[in-house]
């Protein structure tokens, strides 16, 4: 363990901490460069952790005044991998959702995207999904909520340096990467979300800690976090979504499946029975956005949220929910169901409380026109906050909440906020906790928009999160765009600290039978089926797609290790698996050992022919049986070939 105190007074200069830092030669140095205005004692205190460092650094205001800090900075010089310098990249989860590609050469010009650099280097980003502001020279700094970890690498070389964060009670990292000659520059910034400076008090003290480590796993996407992941696993103990909440039983959701708002409490209560009857393994029924009064009358504008409760007796839309929404969960409680709802964080600006209070809320116009989110460094609207759910969810007994679009004031990386005194993470906790206080220790809460990857700190109070796109609609490129940002997350091996949940499963009306199948091949191999919709007591009880779901919805283990054989993450661009498993049989629980389920996928247009074995899978010897789950075919054979048509899946246990 090496420790040092460093005190700033008005100035800047550079304390190197660790001389000579060696990871096999990878990286030379740390340098963590001491600035502020005003008295700020720091201590570094480094130690061993996971094949890697840790390292923790605690900035406390000796002054007898204010001191207002911005980010603070640690620089890596000399990280060399002794390849060829174009070759260098980075990789972390937020890429494929900013770039389209999972990995990114470090010379890329990711600003300007018609560079001749990204010509040379065979790099054609695709931003289509991120929104304007979001990408940049700036590493991790998105408000997508990404696992917080970077893997620096070289595409010649099985070696790679990994940083992570290991605590989000303040500071959030992010970083700049440049070359120096033939070596890496890495340069960490431990920042603020939501604000642009942080006001510390005489006395107090701000933590801040994260990991440094090397993989020798840098080109197998299965394994290049383990060693920060059990460094985080060792820190997450107490994580709501470790719980066994949403593992093994189901949400049904009113949203999807084409129901949409088109809700009332006689519709639903037709609905909650037709669920008790078919799928045992739901436990919550949910009630999604369409109780509002407001957005019944205005169904162009966007979801109204937590601003119903400052609405006309509350805002319910008594047409649809004549006893109100307690009177509804008390029925839907009677029917053996546990009631959950739906709540949004965003407002639109036509409601009574913006144009009422329009100093409650942050100007969010650059990603956000016609709805804006509340300011929660505004004391006013944090008490209207708590006020809201205490109305919305405590006093009608809800036991679970989904929150959508929450996470504007609490993840951004602009100054946004109006006060100073924390920053967007620290809210993020203390909202979280008051969310929590209004719930069972058995209920849950489920993260929507922004579309979470998978920050594992936010499972600290959230049980599950929705990382990809509605897929019911009949869109492939959604399902397609769904299935490429699963692979970064579910990579990450953290499920049993924050369970992800992919999309609501159903009868998914929009896709024809193999796109239908190919969503649940996706969802039963990804271990991500947590919810499941749609208009269940208009449906025939031998309707095949009724008897599929059946089946694939019985044998839940949510959150279960996945993994990608012969996939090569690190080839560029819209780059698709086409073979994921997992290490259990599926339908039967606790097979775990020298078993598999596997599913194949072919995402193009035309037939696919592919070959795998066992060996492949990580098994070990030959005389394995391939079992197809849907037509019970048994197949004996070392190594299995298979031809898919378009759009085609196959889904084997292996034993």
């Avoid at 969010?364 to 709805?371: N, T, V």
């Avoid at 896709?511 to 749609?534: A, C, P």
């Avoid at 095949?544 to 661009?573: M, Q, W």
Wanted: aromatic residues 14%.
């Amino acid at each position: 363990m090496f420790c040092c105190t460093v005190n700033n007074k008005k100035t800047e200069r550079e304390s190197m901490i660790m001389k000579n830092l060696v990871f096999k030669n990878l990286m030379k140095e740390l340098i963590l460069k001491v600035t502020g205005d005003g008295e700020i004692r720091e201590e570094i205190i480094v130690k061993s952790v996971c094949d890697g460092y840790e390292i923790c650094r605690k900035f406390r205001n000796v002054s007898d005044r204010p001191v207002f800090m911005t980010e603070r900075v640690a620089v890596i010089n000399g990280l060399d991998f002794g390849c060829t310098r174009e070759n260098d990249y980075f990789y972390c989860v937020e890429n494929a959702r900013l770039y389209g590609s999972l990995t990114i050469p470090v010379d890329a010009d990711r600003i300007n995207f018609e560079a001749p650099v990204n010509k040379k280097l065979n790099f054609y980003p695709d931003s289509s999904w991120a929104e304007p502001g979001v990408t940049g020279k700036r590493i991790l700094a998105s408000p997508y909520q990404p696992f917080p970890a970077l893997l620096i690498g070289n595409y010649e070389t099985e070696k790679g340096l990994v940083i992570g964060s290991l605590c989000q009670d303040v500071f959030f990292h992010n970083f700049e990467l440049e070359h120096s000659g033939n070596k890496i520059v890495i340069t960490i910034f431990s920042s603020f979300k939501d604000i642009k400076c942080r006001r510390i008090l005489p006395s107090e003290e701000l933590t801040d800690v994260f990991y440094i480590g090397e993989t020798c796993s840098a080109a197998n996407i299965n394994s290049v976090f383990n060693g920060y992941t059990k460094a985080l696993k060792e820190r997450l103990t107490n994580n709501f979504g470790s719980k066994k909440t949403n593992r093994h039983t189901l949400i049904w959701d009113s949203w999807n499946d084409g129901i949409y708002r088109d809700v009332s409490e006689k519709m639903l209560l037709e609905e909650a029975q037709a669920v008790r009857k078919y799928f045992p393994k739901v436990e919550f029924f949910q009630l999604d956005d369409g109780y509002s009064a407001f957005c019944d009358k205005n169904v162009d504008l966007n979801a109204h949220g937590l601003g119903t409760a400052y609405e006309k007796d509350g805002g319910t839309d008594m047409r649809k929910f004549p006893e109100g929404l307690k009177g509804f969960a008390d029925k839907v409680r009677r029917l053996g169901l546990r009631p959950a709802i739906w709540i949004g964080g965003l407002c639109p600006t036509a409601t009574e409380i913006y144009k009422e209070h329009s100093d409650w809320f942050i100007d969010y116009s650059y990603r956000i026109k016609s709805s804006q989110p509340l300011d929660v460094s505004n004391h006013d609207a944090r008490k209207y906050m708590t006020y809201a759910i205490d109305k919305i969810v405590a006093e009608a007994g809800f036991e679970g909440v989904k929150h959508d679009f929450w996470s504007y004031s609490f993840e951004d990386s602009h100054d946004l906020l109006a006060n100073g005194e924390r920053s967007g993470y620290e809210w993020r906790n203390w909202w979280h906790r008051e969310l929590r206080k209004r719930l069972p220790e058995n209920g849950y809460l489920e993260t929507g928009c922004d579309v979470s990857m998978g920050n594992p700190f936010i499972g600290r109070y959230f049980n599950n999160y929705r990382f990809g796109l509605d897929i019911g609609a009949g869109k492939w490129k959604n399902i397609l765009i769904t299935m490429f940002w699963s692979v970064p997350v579910l990579s990450t091996h953290s499920g049993d600290l924050f369970i992800p949940n992919s999309d609501s499963i159903g009868l998914l009306p929009g896709l024809d039978d193999k796109d239908f199948m190919f969503v649940v091949n996706f969802q039963i191999i990804t271990r991500t089926l947590v919810e499941i919709s749609g208009r269940f007591s208009k449906v025939c009880e031998d309707d095949p797609r009724l008897k599929i779901l059946k089946k694939a919805i019985s044998y839940l283990n949510n959150g279960e290790n996945v993994y990608f054989a012969k996939y090569d993450y690190r080839k560029s661009g819209f780059n698709l698996p086409r073979i994921i498993y997992i290490k259990s049989i599926f339908d039967i629980p606790d097979s775990y050992g020298n078993v598999r389920t596997v599913a194949v996928f072919n995402t193009g247009e035309d037939d696919l022919r592919l070959n795998f074995s066992a060996t492949d899978l990580g098994l070990e010897g030959k005389n394995y049986c391939f079992r197809d789950v849907w037509s019970e075919e048994m197949i004996y054979a070392d190594v299995l070939e298979i031809t898919l048509k378009p759009h085609e899946s196959r889904l084997f246990t292996v034993c």
